[in-house]
């Protein structure tokens, strides 16, 4: 590991691209979708509109804009003109990966990118945790990644799927350094756009193995104990210690899956001073012990489906 928080946890992610589409908007309009938790993105190429993700408070969008949800459940999206009430549009498909919403004729008044990738992580929910709910980020080049996602996804080209992969990883380290400080949650973004917990957090990554104290940590960031504890669980959402029970976790998952390393190594690499120490504290964590989690799963089952060779659905 490279001490680096962020290309860390993006690559222990595995993203993979399932879907994405070019959507053109006129008129008013209002879109309601539903997913059971997936991740989504949107870039606005032209134009604006209104969003509210997860039942946080509406956000108004424009040309540049670059919003990533890492697990989104329910969001509303419309145009800025739209009537109050419910009443929903619905997208209509004129053309291989282009819909329409709202105004069928006429210009164009807003046009975006967005879709959908998977995390093929074992522990991508814990992963998914440590960042924001919601990133906005305001930088232009974050539409060029887009476009590029959009172009692999659609092509037939050899080693499609290995490029979609990295093309995601540069994709979600962009967008999660970029909308750091418009992130509007609690979460690892936050936390490394603040210097003193940055030096922590980095730390902590550098040396997971290492036997950290919340006073340690506090060094690290040049804050008191308490200041420190009170502003990292502000910041990033979780207690220091507990953050990095996670991480630790994570890892061990990783190295679980990887099938490399005894029991012995594994629990050394994570900061366990025994095996059977990290056997009660992985069990407590993932509700099975770590050697018959190793056994669920393969070791040709921890990169994402498609770089196996699965298609990328459209």
């Not at 938790?37 to 509109?49: K, R």
């Not at 993700?53 to 108004?60: L, S």
């Not at 690892?188 to 990554?205: F, Q, S």
């Not at 992985?282 to 799963?297: D, L």
Request: hydrophobic share 40%; with cysteine.
């Amino acid at each position: 590991m490279t001490g680096d928080p962020l290309a860390e946890i993006v690559t222990l992610l595995q993203p993979t691209a399932r879907f994405s589409k070019l959507v053109e908007y006129a008129g008013s309009w209002r879109i309601h979708r539903e997913t059971t938790g997936e991740p989504f993105y949107c870039a606005v190429l032209e134009g604006n509109c209104r969003v509210s993700v997860n039942g946080q408070p509406p956000m108004t969008l424009q040309a540049g804009d670059f919003m990533l949800v890492p697990a989104m459940h329910d969001l509303i999206n419309e145009s800025l003109n739209a009537p109050p009430g419910k009443v929903t549009t619905t997208p209509i498909d004129v053309s291989e990966g282009c819909f329409r919403v709202g105004c069928e004729d006429g210009p164009a008044e807003l046009r975006t990118r967005i879709g959908h990738c998977s995390f093929g992580a074992p522990d991508a929910a814990l992963l998914v945790s440590l960042l924001p709910q919601v990133i906005l980020a305001r930088e232009p080049r974050l539409a060029t990644l887009m476009q590029l996602v959009g172009d692999e996804t659609h092509a037939r080209r050899p080693a499609r799927e290995l490029v979609l992969e990295r093309l995601l990883e540069v994709l979600l380290i962009e967008a999660l350094r970029c909308g750091a400080e418009t992130a509007s949650t609690p979460g690892l973004a936050r936390g490394l756009a603040d210097d003193r917990l940055a030096a922590a957090l980095c730390a902590l990554h550098a040396r997971p193995e290492y036997p950290w104290t919340v006073a340690e940590l506090a060094a690290e960031a040049a804050l008191s104990r308490s200041a420190f504890f009170a502003r990292f669980s502000r910041t990033v959402g979780l207690p220091p210690m507990e953050y990095l029970l996670s991480w630790r976790m994570a890892l061990a998952k990783r190295l679980l899956c990887e099938h490399e390393l005894g029991m012995d190594q594994v629990a050394e690499r994570v900061g366990y001073s025994s095996a059977s120490t990290f056997s009660v504290a992985f069990t407590r964590h993932a509700g099975v012990p770590p050697a018959r989690y190793a056994r669920m799963r393969p070791k040709d089952a921890i990169r994402p489906p498609g770089v196996n060779g699965r298609p990328v659905s459209r």
